[in-house]
């Protein structure tokens, strides 16, 4: 391993040009990745707070006791998808009607809003196979006129999540082939300058694996270099879209560090496919 990783390192140094190079055309590969990524992230957190937004509202016929009320809320806080059942009185509903459309203040003077039992359901329940079988346990009660759940709403944040996750991932395969593209480029562009003393080693008796070694360990580096660069260059991208544009989040620790395993595992990939290549033509 030794051996490896300085014949690698005499690599750089003899070709500090090109190495340089070959780092910066990965890391730029990467950050068209990167920048992929964090859309990808940020229309997911999006998605995810939309999707915190989804509710069950059950309304209460007029004149049911507010024992009844209160037990049934209880029930269905006890459903396995129910995060939180509230009760909603007549006072509570005109209250929040007049909070939340002011501009309608005066719509509401004298008027009667029924009650309610407002269900927030727990992460992995909000789909709309999940909402409609809580909605229809919620309708078996005698003394609920009505439940609503903004039906179409669910449907489409959901159809839009499909869309994305395919987008999402069939863009992240496509960057990822050309990234692997251009990162065998650089190292096939490597492995030609040294084209006299790979023949000169194989005369002598080296074996493939002996002078494929720090080839594949040149890729791995350059792709960690190139991954901490398009780290940054995303990172400051990202600084500039939050100055002028809009607030976005960037990804965490364990992401950046898949990515710079990521970069490592293109770079080897690369390394591997150009030299083995080159080496069935030697």
């Not at 014949?7 to 990745?33: C, K, M």
């Not at 006129?145 to 709403?153: K, L, N, Q, S, T």
């Amino acid at each position: 391993m030794p051996r490896t990783l300085r014949d690698a390192l005499i690599t750089f140094q003899r070709s500090p040009l090109l190495s340089a190079l070959s780092i910066v055309t990965i890391a730029f590969s990467l950050f068209a990745f990167g920048l992929f990524g964090l859309v990808a992230l940020n229309i997911r957190d999006v998605l995810n707070r939309l999707e915190e937004r989804v509710e069950i509202r059950a309304f209460v016929a007029e004149g049911t006791e507010p024992e009844a009320m209160a037990v049934a809320a209880g029930d269905v806080a006890r459903y396995p998808e129910v995060q939180r059942a509230m009760l909603v009185t007549q006072e509570q509903a005109l209250a929040r009607a007049q909070r939340e459309l002011g501009e309608f203040r005066d719509v509401f003077e004298g008027a009667t809003l029924p009650a309610s039992i407002d269900v927030q359901l727990k992460p992995g329940f909000r789909d709309p196979a999940a909402v409609r079988r809580v909605a229809a346990r919620i309708r078996a009660f005698t003394f609920i006129d009505d439940v609503r759940y903004g039906e179409d709403w669910i449907e489409k944040l959901y159809a839009l999540r499909n869309v994305a996750g395919v987008a999402g991932i069939a863009l992240g395969l496509t960057f990822a082939c050309v990234s692997m593209i251009i990162i065998g480029t650089t190292i096939r562009m490597a492995v030609l300058a040294r084209a006299r003393e790979i023949a000169i080693m194989r005369l002598v008796g080296a074996t493939d694996d002996f002078i494929r070694r720090p080839f594949l360990l040149e890729g791995i580096i350059k792709g960690v270099l190139g991954g901490l660069l398009a780290l940054l260059m995303t990172y400051v991208a990202r600084a500039l879209i939050n100055t002028y544009l809009i607030q976005t989040v960037f990804f965490d620790r364990r992401v950046a560090l898949l990515g710079l395993l990521f970069g490592a595992m293109l770079g080897f990939m690369g390394s591997a496919i150009s030299v083995g290549r080159h080496l069935r033509r030697v």
